[in-house]
Structure formats: structure tokens, C-alpha cells
Nanobody
């Protein structure tokens, strides 16, 4: 069973920053596309960002210029640096993975997901 373990969530005021981490064994078995999703209460899952060790990154429009996704393959970890946080960024964030290249940010395209870490942004 492949695992994705998130950490780094918490509470922060609007305008602040957080860095989420997702430790995964999958990075030892490339190629994998890794992504971050979020789900706010009462809302659908939303793809936030995706990246591939040998490919480009993709972001949903609402986080462009504020969030950065990156991979540290030496640490088998994918990160989501979140700056200029807004109250509407409040959600459970989880990482996900799919075999092969990144094709988009639809949850149905991903094979594995973690349990998530909560991010709360106060105004």
C-alpha cells in the first residue's frame, strides 16, 4: 500500500504563509504525477496544484502567484508553499498521486491520496 502523509497545516491570519509537506514512497518509483487538492466544508474537492519530477507544474487560477508546488526527491517529499493566504483558502488539504504524467487537476485522475491536513485562515 503506497502512502502519502501530509503535515504542516495550521491556523494563520490572512496574509500569512504556511508550507505543507507530503512524504511519499512513490517518488522512488517514477514517473508519478503528484498533486495537492483541497476541500472546504460543503464544497467539492478542488485541485490546487500538480507537478511531476520531470515535467511542468499546473495551478488552479485562484492560487496562481501565491502558491508554489515543488518536489525534493532526495527527501521523497512534495511541498506546497502557500503565501498571501486568504480566508477562502480555508480547507482540508491533501496530496494525491497518479501513475504517469500529469493530465489535469481532476480528482478522478489520481490513484492515491493521503488523509489530509487542515488549513484555517482567519480574517
Amino acid at each position: 500500500q503506497e502512502q502519502l502523509l501530509e503535515s504542516g497545516g495550521g491556523s494563520v491570519e490572512a496574509g500569512g504563509s504556511l508550507r505543507l509537506s507530503c512524504a511519499t514512497s512513490l517518488l522512488r518509483y517514477t514517473p508519478y504525477c503528484l498533486a495537492w487538492f483541497r476541500q472546504a466544508p460543503g464544497k467539492a474537492h478542488e485541485g490546487v496544484a500538480s507537478t511531476h519530477l520531470y515535467g511542468s507544474t499546473q495551478y488552479t487560477d485562484s492560487v496562481k502567484g501565491r502558491f508554489t508546488v515543488s518536489i525534493d526527491d532526495a527527501k521523497n517529499t512534495v511541498y506546497l508553499q502557500m503565501n498571501l493566504l486568504k480566508p477562502e483558502d480555508t480547507a482540508m488539504y491533501y496530496c494525491a498521486a497518479r501513475v504517469g504524467v500529469c493530465v489535469g487537476l481532476a480528482e478522478s485522475d489520481f490513484d492515491y491520496r493521503g488523509q489530509g491536513t487542515q488549513v484555517t485562515v482567519s480574517s
